[in-house]
C-alpha cells in the first residue's frame, strides 16, 4: 500500500491519502490545482477578516478543507468518498474536526458566503447544478474562485460560470493548473435544469436522474445490453431472496431485476448522493406495488465496505474513473468484496467493455466464470 504523501504549503505540511485504499495506487490526494488556489489565496491575503464560513465545493480528499484547517469551512461535494477522506486526513494530521462541516450534494446550502473555492467536477452538469444552487447563497462582496487543471477547462465550463454568475476571467496557467475567477450578477440567470426526467418506452421506464448520475440523459448501452441478459436469464435463476445492484448510479438495474425476481428484496449501493437519492426516486415510481416497494434498501457506500448481508445475486456495470482518473481499481475493489458476500450457489453478474478482459481474472477469483452473451462493444459474465 502507498504511504501518504506530504502536501507543503503556507499553512504547514499535511500528511493526505486518497480513498478507496488501493494497493499500488500511484496517485497523490492533490493536485496542482489545490496548490494553485490556496497559493492564490495566502498571497492575495483573502483569509483574513472572513465574517462567515468558508464554502468548498468538490473538494476531493480534503487538500482545501485540511490546509484551511484555521477557518471555519464547509465541503460541498456529491461524493461519500470525498468526505470520508476529509475526515480521515484531518484525523491523519491531528486536526479537530469542530470547524468543518460536510455538506451533501442534495442538501442545501446551510449559510451564506463570502469566500467559495470550487474544484472542476469532470461532470459539466454537476457545476451547472452547483452553480445554479449557489446562486442564493451568495452577493456582490462574494469573491468566487474555481480551480482546475488546464486540460479539464474549456469554453462551456467558462461560459457556465458567464451565464449563472456573471463576469469570468481565468490566470494563465502554473504547472498545467488554472484559476477561474467569477463576479457576482444579480442579473445573470440561475435556472435549475436537474433532477432530469427521461423515458424509456421500450423498458417501460420513467427515470428521475440528478446532475451527477451517471449516463444521466439516456439509459446507458451497456446498460441496456446488460437488462436484455437479464430479461433473458433471471427469470430462469432459482428464487432469489437478496439482489445487489452494486455501483447502482440511476437504480436501472435493480429496478429490473425487482420485476424479474419480485419476492427478492434489492439492496441499492452507491458512493455517490446524488446516485442514492435518484435511485430511490426511481425505485419508488418505476415499482408498481406497495408491498414490493417497501422491500429494497438504499445506502450511499464505498463499494460492500463494512457490509453484511450476503446476497443470491450481485449485479454491477462497474466505475472505470474516479473523477477525472481512469483506472479499473473500484471495479476490482467491488469483485473481490463481491466474492466475500454472495451466498452458497450466489453469483456476480457484471457488464463491461470487451477490452478490459475481465474473464481470465475473475475465473481465477471466483473459479468459474461464463459469458452470458457478447457484442461488438461488451461483453456479460456471470462469475461463481
Ligand atoms: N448501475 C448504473 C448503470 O448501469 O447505469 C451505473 C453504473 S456506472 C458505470 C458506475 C457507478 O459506480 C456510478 O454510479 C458510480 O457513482 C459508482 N461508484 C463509483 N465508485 C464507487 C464506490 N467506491 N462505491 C460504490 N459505488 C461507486
Redesign the pocket.
Known amino acids: 500500500m502507498k504511504q501518504s504523501e506530504e502536501l507543503t504549503i503556507f499553512s504547514g505540511q499535511f500528511s493526505l491519502e486518497r480513498l478507496?485504499k488501493i494497493q499500488k495506487n500511484k496517485l497523490r490526494a492533490w493536485d496542482a490545482a489545490d496548490e494553485l488556489i490556496l497559493t492564490y489565496l495566502h498571497e492575495q491575503k483573502l483569509l483574513s477578516n472572513l465574517i462567515n464560513p468558508v464554502l468548498l465545493v468538490n473538494d476531493a480528499f480534503g487538500a482545501l478543507a485540511i490546509a484551511l484547517h484555521e477557518i471555519e469551512r464547509h465541503s460541498w461535494s456529491d461524493s461519500?468518498?470525498s468526505h470520508q477522506a476529509t475526515t480521515e486526513n484531518l484525523q491523519r494530521n491531528n486536526i479537530q474536526a469542530e470547524n468543518y462541516q460536510p455538506v451533501q450534494s442534495i442538501d442545501p446550502l446551510p449559510a451564506t458566503y463570502d469566500l467559495v473555492l470550487i474544484k472542476i467536477p469532470k461532470t459539466l452538469a454537476l457545476l451547472e447544478y452547483q452553480l445554479s444552487q449557489l446562486k442564493p447563497h451568495i452577493s456582490v462582496n462574494t469573491t468566487i474562485i474555481a480551480a482546475g487543471m488546464s486540460k479539464h477547462i474549456h469554453t462551456s465550463t467558462l461560459n457556465y460560470f458567464e451565464k449563472i454568475i456573471g463576469a469570468t476571467t481565468t490566470s494563465l496557467a502554473t504547472k498545467k493548473a488554472r484559476l477561474i475567477y467569477s463576479q457576482h450578477n444579480q442579473q445573470a440567470a440561475a435556472k435549475i435544469g436537474y433532477p432530469k426526467t427521461i423515458i424509456d418506452e421500450a423498458l417501460d421506464l420513467q427515470l428521475s436522474n440528478h446532475a451527477?448520475?451517471?449516463?444521466k440523459d439516456s439509459?446507458?448501452i451497456?446498460?441496456r445490453f446488460?437488462i436484455e441478459q437479464m430479461q433473458q436469464y433471471l427469470p430462469e435463476q432459482r428464487n432469489c431472496q437478496h439482489i445487489i445492484?452494486?455501483?447502482?448510479?440511476?437504480?436501472?438495474?435493480g429496478i429490473i431485476a425487482k420485476r424479474l425476481q419480485p419476492q427478492a428484496h434489492i439492496s441499492f449501493?452507491?458512493?455517490?448522493y446524488m446516485?442514492i437519492d435518484s435511485a430511490k426516486t426511481n425505485f419508488n415510481q418505476n415499482i408498481q406495488s406497495d408491498q414490493n416497494r417497501s422491500d429494497a434498501s438504499f445506502l450511499t457506500?464505498?463499494?460492500l465496505?463494512k457490509w453484511n448481508n450476503k446476497a443470491d445475486l450481485i449485479?454491477?456495470?462497474?466505475?472505470?474513473h474516479?473523477a477525472h482518473s481512469i483506472g479499473d481499481q473500484?471495479a476490482w475493489?467491488?469483485f473481490r468484496q463481491s466474492k466475500d458476500q454472495l451466498n452458497k450457489g450466489g453469483e456476480l453478474w457484471i457488464?463491461g467493455n470487451r477490452h478490459l478482459a475481465y474473464h481470465s481474472k475473475l475465473k481465477r477469483l471466483f473459479g468459474n466464470c461464463q459469458t452470458l452473451a457478447s457484442n461488438k462493444k461488451f461483453v456479460v459474465l456471470k462469475a461463481y
Open positions: 478507496p461519500l468518498l451527477n448520475v451517471f449516463s439509459l446507458d451497456g446498460a446488460m445492484d452494486l455501483g447502482c448510479g440511476n437504480g436501472v438495474l449501493i452507491d458512493e455517490s446516485a457506500n464505498d463499494c465496505e449485479l454491477c456495470n462497474p466505475p472505470f474516479q473500484i475493489k467491488m457488464i
